[in-house]
């Protein structure tokens, strides 16, 4: 390349706007800020003291930028990839079976060394357990600390926690209607359906924190990873998959996404937004009470 068209390039990458982000960086990013708001001072000195340390360079470390780390990772570390999911089929609901039973850990045996099949349930639980004890060496506890940021966010995004044989909504491609550009179900859910919602990261977690009342807190605080995940299902099969049709990664078809659709979609994913943050900070606040 000339160095005329390389210059023209950069200003292209510039100013076109991104493809639709994940659940990945908006998503992920919302969901940690409302945590980092709704953590004890106990706990946010023990994220910051350990974040601190870390000098991995996948991402900035600061506790949002953290959130999309295990992504950035998963493109290294292949095995990881099924973590961020549970494929729980919404014709035959199965979630043991959507985490490949799941597996234990072998004594001594590190959550970031388990297995590759294993789903987002699973691995919350084993990260949260390690992220509690105070004999968890350093290295993983840091690991623990950036993977759990991530899965309960994942969780929340109703097609990490359902599946119809099409990948978590990837085979089910979208018509471009409605100003989204998302190329698939899975990615208008993970990313295009919270653009409506604000400006920025910090402008969505700034408004969906200031629609949390303690009433809302105190009952989404309760409960365990597994009603969680059963609750993010059950939203895939009345909201997510709400469609004219299903089609199977075997068709590839694609579905074309209404306004009364697309207005109920934003109105449950923010809810799961504030859920997934105020989750993680209840999570978090219980592993570093010390
Ligand atoms: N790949 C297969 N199933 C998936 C899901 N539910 N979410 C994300 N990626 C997937
Ligand atoms: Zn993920
Ligand atoms: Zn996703």
Redesign the pocket.
């Known amino acids: 390349m000339t160095r005329m068209t390389t210059a023209l390039a950069v200003l292209i990458c510039v100013a076109l706007p991104l493809p639709a982000a994940a659940w990945g960086s908006i998503g992920h990013q919302v969901t940690a800020l409302i945590a980092y708001d709704h953590l004890t001072p106990a706990a946010r000195k023990q994220v910051d003291t350990l974040l601190t340390a870390d000098p991995d360079t996948l991402t900035p470390p600061d506790f949002a930028s953290r959130s999309v780390w295990a992504d950035k990772y998963r493109n290294s570390h292949r095995q990881t990839a099924?973590w961020?999911?549970?494929?729980n089929e919404i014709d035959k609901p199965d979630l043991d079976a959507a985490c490949f039973g799941l597996p234990r850990l072998s004594p001594g045996q590190l959550a970031s060394q388990g297995p590759a099949k294993d789903c987002v349930v699973n691995k919350i639980e084993q990260f949260r357990a390690e992220l509690a004890d105070p004999h968890t060496a350093q290295t993983e506890r840091l690991l623990a600390l950036k993977f759990l940021i991530h899965f309960v966010g994942d969780l929340h995004q109703p097609?990490?926690?359902?599946?119809h044989n099409d990948?978590?909504?990837?085979c089910v491609r979208v018509e471009a209607a409605g100003g989204h550009r998302a190329p698939n179900l899975?990615a208008y859910w993970d990313g295009s359906v919270l653009e409506p919602l604000g400006a920025s990261p910090a402008a969505i977690a700034a408004q969906l924190d200031a629609n949390i009342t303690p009433a809302k807190v105190a009952a989404w605080s309760a409960g365990n990873v597994r009603a969680w995940a059963m609750e993010s299902f059950e939203l895939a099969k009345s909201v997510t998959y709400d469609l004219p049709s299903k089609p199977t990664c075997d068709e590839y078809g694609s579905v074309t996404l209404s306004a009364v659709y697309r207005q109920r979609a934003e109105t449950v994913a923010g809810e799961q937004l504030e859920k997934a943050g105020l989750r993680l900070a209840a999570m978090l606040n219980g592993a570093l009470a010390r």
């Open positions: 099924a961020h999911f549970a494929d097609l990490h926690a359902a599946d990948k978590g909504g990837n899975h």
